[in-house]
Structure formats: C-alpha cells, structure tokens
DNA sequence: AGCACGCCGACT
DNA sequence: GTCGGCGTGCTC
C-alpha cells in the first residue's frame, strides 16, 4: 500500500509555505496519524527538519519527487484536526507562515532543535581520519568550525569522503517516580519473615510493608517518608524476588504542595445571577454566541466564571479561562485550584518548559479539563469545548507582537465557532471595538454594576499639578498628597503609589500651563526625537524644531516630562523619613519570583507604601489600603497613539479599584497637569458610558477602530534609504486596492526611527472592506518572497495595538 | 533556512 | 587554466 503524508515543513519562508508530499515507510504506515511531529529530509542536501503530518492521502501528484519519511516523533498527535484547521485560519488572517502558527500553538518543550555532525566514509584515507576525527565516530559541526576545518570538510564532502549527519530533538524532558509492587502473597512474605535471621529488622519491616500493600504499588518516596525504608532496603527485596520496582512518567505539578482550600460557589446577587444564566443556556444549548460581561471592579465577575465553568463541566465539556500575564497571581491560581483542584491546568511564564509542557500534557490526556492561563493558552489542546472566558478582555497584551501576530480574542471567537460554545469577555472597561460590538448586538451584553459585599466605590478626587507648580512646587507629590500619606502613616493604614511609565518622556509639555506640542494635521502629540533633534508625527511624517517657548503661554519651562521610580522614591524619602516603602517596577522584579515577594511583604504589611508602575494596577487585593495615589495620570495621555485616552481611563480606573478593598473605606488621588482633559474627567467619575460615548465621537472623526479596520506594515534596513525605497514600493502597490472608503497614512518613518543600527519605515492603513485589501496583501507577501535576503525586514501587522 | 548550480575575478 | 566569490532558485 501506498501512503502519502502532506507535510509542513519546519523552514519559515514564503516559498516553503505549504504542505510537501513525502511517502509513508511501510514500518510507520501502521502509526502515522495527522497532526505528529516528523522528521524528514529536506532541500538538496536532504537535511533532517521537522515537520507536522497535516493530511494523509492515497497517492500525490508528484511521485517521482517523493521522499520517505525519516521518523516519528510522537506516539500521539500533538495537533488534533481542530488546531490544524485552525493554524490554516489563522496563517492567512494574520499573514504569516504556517510553521510559525503550528510552533505558536506548541508548548516550547515540542520546538525543535537541531545539530549537525560530519561523519567519515569507509573511503576516507586512515591519515585524514586520524587528524581529522581522532579516533571518534563523528565530530560536530560546532567543533569543526571551532578547529576551522570547513574549507578542507567541504572538499571531502564534495568528493563523497564525509556525510553530514543531521539530528533532530526536541526539549522533552520526564520526571519519573519509583513504584514498588509487592511480588509475594501474604503467606508467602510470612514465611520469608520467618526465615530472617533476627538482626534483619529492616528486611522484616519491608516484608511486612510488602503485605500492607497487598496488590497496590506503592512510591519508594511514601515507603521512604512513613515507614524508614530507603532505597537500599528496597533494592535487597528487589534482588530477593520479593518486590518489582517500575519507573512510572510523573507530571510535574508546580502547584502539588499548595496549601488548597476547597472553595465552594458562593451566592450569586441578582446581577450575577442572570449574567450566569444566559451564559450557561449557551452552553446547553451549543450555541457561538459572545458575551460581553461588563462589570465594575468588585462585582464578582471572577465566581461568575467559576460557576459557569462549574456547568460546562458538569456538562461533560470543558473550559478555556486567558488571564493577562501579570494578573496571573498566586491568589488567582488558589482561587481556581481551590474550586476545581486537580482538574486545573495552569501556564504562565513563570513556569519551566517541562512545567508548562506537563500541564499541556494533563490536558492531553484529559486528566484536567479547564485550562487557565495567558494569551497562548487559547491553543489549549481540548476537546469539546463548553466555554472560552477572556478576562479583562481589553488588555493589549492579548495581541501577540511578535509573528503570528493574532489575538487571543479572535482566536476563542474561531475556537467558539468551531464547537459551538459561548465565548466571555469579561472586563470593568471593556476596549471600544468590544462595546461597539455589543451595542450592535453583535455581543450580548451583560452588566453587572454592583459590588455583591455592598462597599462604595472609592472617592476619587484630581489634583491640578499646574497649581503646585505656581506655588512653586515641582516635586513629584502635591502638597495634598503628601498631607493624606502623613494621614495614613499615623492611621497605620496602607498606601499604593502609581507611577505612570507609558509614553515616558517621549512627549513635551508645558510645566505652566500643560500646553502639549500636536501635529497640526493630526490632532495627536508630536513625539520628541532626540536623535535628529526634532519634533515629528509619524502619522503624517510632519516635522518641526523642539520649541523653547511655550507656544501657548510663552513661558520657558517646557520640557519633557518624565520621572523614573528610583528617582520617586528618593524623593518621598526626603519628606517622610520614617515610611517603609516596596518599590517595583521592572527592575526590582527582573528576578523570577521576586514578584510574589515584594507583594507578599506589603501584604504581610511590613511596608507601608507600595510605589510601582502599571504593573500595580491590576488585581492586588490588600484590604489594608485605604489611599491610592497616581502621580502623573498624563503620560499615557499623550503618546502619539489613537488609543492613548482609552488606556489611560482604563488605568485610572483599573487602579481605582485597588482602594477600599476592606471594610474601610478608600480615596484615590489623581495627580495630572490635564485636569480638564475627558479621560481623566471621567474616570474620576467612574463613567464608563460616558467615556465610551465620547470616545467614540473622537474615533469617528478620525476614522479610527472601530469605525475602520487598520493594517500596519513596516519595513526596516541597515540604510535608511533602503527602506525608503521598499516602503514606497509598497505603498504604490497598495494604493490601487484603496477605494473611497480606505485611507494610508505615510510613508513615515516609525516613532523610533533606529532601532539595532536598523531604519524603519511604516504605512497605515485604515480601510473598510476586508476582501479587497486581504488579497492585496498577500499577493505582497508573494512579490517579496527573497526581499529578507537583502537585509530588508518587512512586517505585516493586521489590527496592530498601537500605530508606533 | 541551506544547499547547489552557475558565471566572473585573482591565484598556484 | 582553476579555486572560490556570492547572486539565483529550489526544496515533495
């Protein structure tokens, strides 16, 4: 019989981007199933490469270009029917390369590696031999290079005197555990008992071990820790005949020795409630339809999840739960282990490759059946699936930025698709695109307004820092600030301090009248270019020299704004002596677990002012807080970014929500040289719908997302002409696929014009209809096939984050 | 990606 | 004359 497999293989280029037939080895015909790792040869030199089985089929157009298979790698599929379509989806949405999209959806430990080793034929003259090899089998390529043998290796090669060996592996690595299995009867262990001689008191106690176990094995760990028998003791029965020792494949479990409070549903509030009906009668009923749960910090959006999982569950199905990376806390991790336990998968980054690779593996082998984790755990490999919940839906860090640059967003709305299961975004601000959708009843709306333990929102009130600095106060703490963080210290109460690092110091304003320097055809801040000297908007490419003067109010004290952690921290020093103050930002939390450290120690309250950046705004939980403090609320504010207002009430009101978690009540203070600006205005007010309404004014008028989709490509290169030129190039092959209803904005060179000694150079382009553009697209990708061969880099970034 | 083929410059 | 430079094209 003859059996041919379609194959993608591991090489990520244009021209490589579709299956190659390779023929099925009668041995392998038996095993091979789709979606297995293979090894085959590849290209001229038939170098090994992996590859993934995509289809299997009776014969191929091409036979006499037929390559056998030169190995399996797995005993099971690593990819099931649905990740295999799903990859094809996904390579044409996002414009890049199959292999790319396969090896996303893959726990790291599957990637595969590759070495190389030269190996002498029988041909090879002894001498050569010898000087070459030494007397070994082979050597490896690494060496060879090392000894600059190349130049003398390839002559030999040529003439067929050595061959080049490939070897391809993977990072797969087992942890196993001892089982001990008694081989005698009870009868039989008494009367070996028996015949001990009385100072073999371990021997005895292994035998009556032995006879406890009856036909159970037991781990040589637990016959360790509860009975004082050690490996030596065991080995003696093994070489007796009384016992078998069997090494069995543990997973992993870097949650096994937590201390797990079972959790039980709690009850739900009448808002609650509903948003967990409609839910669950999707569930029940299979249908695709996307919630969008829209409810306050506070309001139990968390056990709404928990119970809806509950119900897929009972169900027979199973769940899909993405958490941003940075919320992904311990606490998060109890609460899901606690109601689920053992049935919960968790990946995070914080795990090792053989962590991350066994909890993938549980899911496999269906020992867990609810998947929480970030943004590539929406690959969970799970079957029947009964509902995908993204939590905090809005965060941008469910857009992958580097290829395949999807969103986790899109890929559950697929994923829902494909099993006819409901898909929760869950969110206090969900993004606009979300909301806009909601409206149009494309998501079904859910709000849930309330906190079900009854606290109030915290107050918030803004502080106008251009009124510190007329009273001549230029610190970084108003004075009203600092008055409530002296209130607190002598309350014993805790304080969080915000330190806002988005768009740091890339932008310049007014210290006197919070004057903002804007593109003049863009209504979007200039950004501050400190290598040519000069103020540019890499919209509309406008640019123009950095003022001295404010062009509003004349003063001389604009400048750039910014201020770094460190530097806060000195500061607030010098005017509280006694504070104890936890500072983290990426430099005190660079270590792993040093996270978790520095919380636990505010937690455990042994500071008393927690002063980070964004990464504080999400999730802490200290009831002891009663005083959030935001030192400079404007940052975000002007990025050059479309959506630099939508971030920054979102994080106002993200970090709102860490006061008054406890029975008393909190205050959160906005410190901003925009008082007046809506953003701030209206996260002060904690409206949402206010702010959605605005902001979608602004949207419009810009032709924004939602109102427009928008696509990003960019190109970089060593000389910045280069890239000019290619940039160009593709935007005249673009521009016949615009219609009235699409835009391009530039070429402009990127907001960091160099980055690595390499130019870069970008279009935009907001359009409307999908199809048109699409197929443009990728008839791009095909045109520049070998254009990375001349050291041009160009990405296609389809709804990118931000425009920078 | 990586390898072979192929067509031009400076060497035993 | 040939060794080797890297531009071009192809890989089941």
Same mark, same amino acid.
């Given at each position: 019989m003859n059996l041919v497999a379609q194959v993608i293989v591991d090489v990520p280029t244009m021209q490589t981007n579709r299956p190659y037939d390779y023929s099925v080895p009668g041995q392998l015909q038996p095993v091979i199933q789709e979606g297995m790792r293979i090894v085959v040869p590849f290209g001229r030199g038939s170098r090994s490469v992996q590859g993934f089985v995509v289809g299997l089929k009776a014969?191929?157009?091409?036979?006499?270009?037929l390559k056998s298979i !030169?190995? =399996?790698?797995? !005993?099971?599929?690593?990819? %099931?029917k649905e990740l295999i379509e799903l990859g094809q989806a996904m390579s044409n949405e996002t414009y890049s390369f199959l292999i790319t999209c396969y090896q996303s959806m !893959?726990?790291?430990?599957?990637r595969a590696s590759y070495e190389k080793f030269i190996v002498p034929s029988p041909e090879l003259n002894k001498e050569l031999a010898v000087s070459i090899f030494e007397g070994r089998g082979e050597i490896s390529w690494k060496e060879a290079e090392e000894r600059e043998l190349f130049s003398e290796l390839k002559k030999l090669k040529n003439k067929g005197l050595v061959k080049v060996r490939y070897e391809v592996s993977d990072h797969r690595t087992y942890q196993t555990i001892r089982m001990v299995k008694s081989l005698l009867s009870y009868e039989e262990a008494q009367k070996e008992s028996e015949n001990?001689?009385?100072?073999a008191k371990k021997q005895k106690l292994l035998l009556l071990t032995l006879q406890k176990m009856k036909e159970e094995s037991w781990s040589s760990k637990q016959l360790n820790q509860?009975?004082?028998?050690n490996n030596r003791d065991i080995k003696v029965g093994e070489e007796k005949g009384w016992l078998e020792i069997e090494e069995v494949r543990k997973y992993r479990n870097p949650y096994e020795d937590m201390d797990l409070e079972t959790t039980t549903a709690l009850d739900l509030s009448e808002e609650q409630q509903s948003a967990y009906r409609a839910i669950v009668s999707s569930i029940v009923k299979n249908e695709d339809q996307t919630y969008l749960l829209k409810g306050i910090t506070g309001s139990g959006k968390t056990e709404v999840y928990m119970q809806v999982i509950d119900e897929a569950l009972k169900e027979g199905k199973t769940a899909v739960v993405l958490v941003p990376e940075i919320s992904l806390t311990p606490q998060m991790v109890t609460q899901f282990k606690g109601r689920f336990g053992q049935r919960v998968a968790v990946m995070h980054s914080g795990l090792s490759d053989g962590e991350r690779y066994d909890e993938w593996q549980r899911l496999v082998s269906k020992e867990a059946d609810v998947v929480v984790g970030a943004?590539?755990? =929406?690959?969970?490999?799970?079957?029947? @699936?009964g509902v995908i919940i993204i939590d905090e839906?809005?965060? *941008?860090?469910?857009?992958? %930025?580097?290829?395949?640059?999807?969103h986790a967003r899109n890929v559950a709305k697929w994923r829902g698709n494909y099993h006819q299961c409901p898909v929760v975004l869950g969110s206090a601000t969900p993004s606009l695109e979300s909301r806009a959708r909601a409206s149009k009843d494309v998501y079904q709306l859910l709000e849930m307004n309330q906190r079900p333990t009854g606290q109030d929102l915290p107050g918030v009130e803004v502080v106008n820092l251009r009124d510190e600095a007329r009273q001549g106060?230029?610190?970084?703490?108003s004075n009203i600030l600092l008055e409530k963080i002296r209130d607190r210290l002598e309350k014993k109460e805790q304080i969080v301090l915000m330190l806002n690092?988005?768009?740091?110091?890339?932008f310049i304003m007014c210290r006197d009248c919070g004057f903002v320097l804007q593109c003049p055809n863009c209504d979007i801040a200039q950004t501050l270019h400190m290598d040519s000297k000069s103020m540019k908007c890499?919209?509309?490419g406008h640019e123009e020299n950095i003022p001295n003067?404010? &062009?509003?109010?004349?003063?001389?004290?604009?400048r750039y704004y910014g201020t770094g952690t460190q530097k806060v921290e000195e500061e607030l020093k010098t005017v509280i002596e006694d504070a104890k103050i936890v500072r983290m930002d990426r430099d005190t939390t660079r270590r792993k677990g040093a996270h978790e450290k520095l919380l636990d120690r505010f937690g455990r309250g042994e500071a008393d002012i927690l002063l980070g950046t964004?990464? =504080?705004?999400?999730g802490l939980d200290f009831p002891n807080v009663t005083l959030v403090g935001v030192?400079?609320?404007?940052t975000s504010l %002007? @990025?050059?970014?479309?959506r630099s207002s939508e971030k920054t009430f979102q994080l106002l009101t993200q970090v709102s929500?860490?006061? *008054?978690? *406890?029975?008393k009540s909190g205050e959160v203070l906005v410190q901003t040289? %925009? &008082?007046?600006?809506y953003a701030i205005q209206l996260a002060q007010r904690q409206d949402y719908d206010s702010f959605y309404k605005y902001e979608m004014q602004f949207r419009h008028k810009g032709n924004y997302p939602p109102y427009y989709f928008t696509l990003r490509i960019s190109v970089s290169h060593e000389v910045e002409r280069e890239a000019y030129l290619k940039v160009y190039e593709i935007s005249q092959f673009l521009?016949?696929?615009?219609?009235?209803t699409s835009t391009m904005l530039g070429p402009t060179p990127s907001a960091?014009?160099?980055?690595q000694n390499k130019y870069h150079y970008q279009i935009i382009i907001k359009y409307k209809n999908k199809s048109q553009l699409h197929d443009k697209v990728h008839e791009l990708m095909q045109k520049n096939?070998?254009?990375? @061969?001349?050291g041009l880099q160009i990405t296609i970034d389809s709804e990118p984050n931000t425009f920078m």
């Amino acid at each position: 019989m003859n059996l041919v497999a379609q194959v993608i293989v591991d090489v990520p280029t244009m021209q490589t981007n579709r299956p190659y037939d390779y023929s099925v080895p009668g041995q392998l015909q038996p095993v091979i199933q789709e979606g297995m790792r293979i090894v085959v040869p590849f290209g001229r030199g038939s170098r090994s490469v992996q590859g993934f089985v995509v289809g299997l089929k009776a014969k191929s157009e091409h036979p006499e270009k037929l390559k056998s298979i !030169l190995e =399996i790698m797995d !005993l099971e599929p690593v990819l %099931n029917k649905e990740l295999i379509e799903l990859g094809q989806a996904m390579s044409n949405e996002t414009y890049s390369f199959l292999i790319t999209c396969y090896q996303s959806m !893959l726990p790291a430990a599957l990637r595969a590696s590759y070495e190389k080793f030269i190996v002498p034929s029988p041909e090879l003259n002894k001498e050569l031999a010898v000087s070459i090899f030494e007397g070994r089998g082979e050597i490896s390529w690494k060496e060879a290079e090392e000894r600059e043998l190349f130049s003398e290796l390839k002559k030999l090669k040529n003439k067929g005197l050595v061959k080049v060996r490939y070897e391809v592996s993977d990072h797969r690595t087992y942890q196993t555990i001892r089982m001990v299995k008694s081989l005698l009867s009870y009868e039989e262990a008494q009367k070996e008992s028996e015949n001990l001689r009385t100072t073999a008191k371990k021997q005895k106690l292994l035998l009556l071990t032995l006879q406890k176990m009856k036909e159970e094995s037991w781990s040589s760990k637990q016959l360790n820790q509860e009975y004082g028998l050690n490996n030596r003791d065991i080995k003696v029965g093994e070489e007796k005949g009384w016992l078998e020792i069997e090494e069995v494949r543990k997973y992993r479990n870097p949650y096994e020795d937590m201390d797990l409070e079972t959790t039980t549903a709690l009850d739900l509030s009448e808002e609650q409630q509903s948003a967990y009906r409609a839910i669950v009668s999707s569930i029940v009923k299979n249908e695709d339809q996307t919630y969008l749960l829209k409810g306050i910090t506070g309001s139990g959006k968390t056990e709404v999840y928990m119970q809806v999982i509950d119900e897929a569950l009972k169900e027979g199905k199973t769940a899909v739960v993405l958490v941003p990376e940075i919320s992904l806390t311990p606490q998060m991790v109890t609460q899901f282990k606690g109601r689920f336990g053992q049935r919960v998968a968790v990946m995070h980054s914080g795990l090792s490759d053989g962590e991350r690779y066994d909890e993938w593996q549980r899911l496999v082998s269906k020992e867990a059946d609810v998947v929480v984790g970030a943004r590539s755990s =929406i690959f969970a490999p799970v079957e029947n @699936l009964g509902v995908i919940i993204i939590d905090e839906e809005h965060e *941008g860090s469910y857009k992958q %930025n580097e290829n395949p640059r999807y969103h986790a967003r899109n890929v559950a709305k697929w994923r829902g698709n494909y099993h006819q299961c409901p898909v929760v975004l869950g969110s206090a601000t969900p993004s606009l695109e979300s909301r806009a959708r909601a409206s149009k009843d494309v998501y079904q709306l859910l709000e849930m307004n309330q906190r079900p333990t009854g606290q109030d929102l915290p107050g918030v009130e803004v502080v106008n820092l251009r009124d510190e600095a007329r009273q001549g106060n230029y610190s970084s703490f108003s004075n009203i600030l600092l008055e409530k963080i002296r209130d607190r210290l002598e309350k014993k109460e805790q304080i969080v301090l915000m330190l806002n690092r988005r768009g740091y110091s890339s932008f310049i304003m007014c210290r006197d009248c919070g004057f903002v320097l804007q593109c003049p055809n863009c209504d979007i801040a200039q950004t501050l270019h400190m290598d040519s000297k000069s103020m540019k908007c890499h919209y509309c490419g406008h640019e123009e020299n950095i003022p001295n003067h404010c &062009p509003q109010c004349r003063s001389s004290s604009i400048r750039y704004y910014g201020t770094g952690t460190q530097k806060v921290e000195e500061e607030l020093k010098t005017v509280i002596e006694d504070a104890k103050i936890v500072r983290m930002d990426r430099d005190t939390t660079r270590r792993k677990g040093a996270h978790e450290k520095l919380l636990d120690r505010f937690g455990r309250g042994e500071a008393d002012i927690l002063l980070g950046t964004q990464m =504080i705004a999400k999730g802490l939980d200290f009831p002891n807080v009663t005083l959030v403090g935001v030192l400079n609320a404007d940052t975000s504010l %002007n @990025l050059p970014d479309f959506r630099s207002s939508e971030k920054t009430f979102q994080l106002l009101t993200q970090v709102s929500g860490r006061a *008054g978690r *406890g029975d008393k009540s909190g205050e959160v203070l906005v410190q901003t040289y %925009n &008082p007046e600006h809506y953003a701030i205005q209206l996260a002060q007010r904690q409206d949402y719908d206010s702010f959605y309404k605005y902001e979608m004014q602004f949207r419009h008028k810009g032709n924004y997302p939602p109102y427009y989709f928008t696509l990003r490509i960019s190109v970089s290169h060593e000389v910045e002409r280069e890239a000019y030129l290619k940039v160009y190039e593709i935007s005249q092959f673009l521009k016949p696929a615009l219609n009235s209803t699409s835009t391009m904005l530039g070429p402009t060179p990127s907001a960091i014009a160099r980055t690595q000694n390499k130019y870069h150079y970008q279009i935009i382009i907001k359009y409307k209809n999908k199809s048109q553009l699409h197929d443009k697209v990728h008839e791009l990708m095909q045109k520049n096939q070998k254009e990375s @061969l001349k050291g041009l880099q160009i990405t296609i970034d389809s709804e990118p984050n931000t425009f920078m």
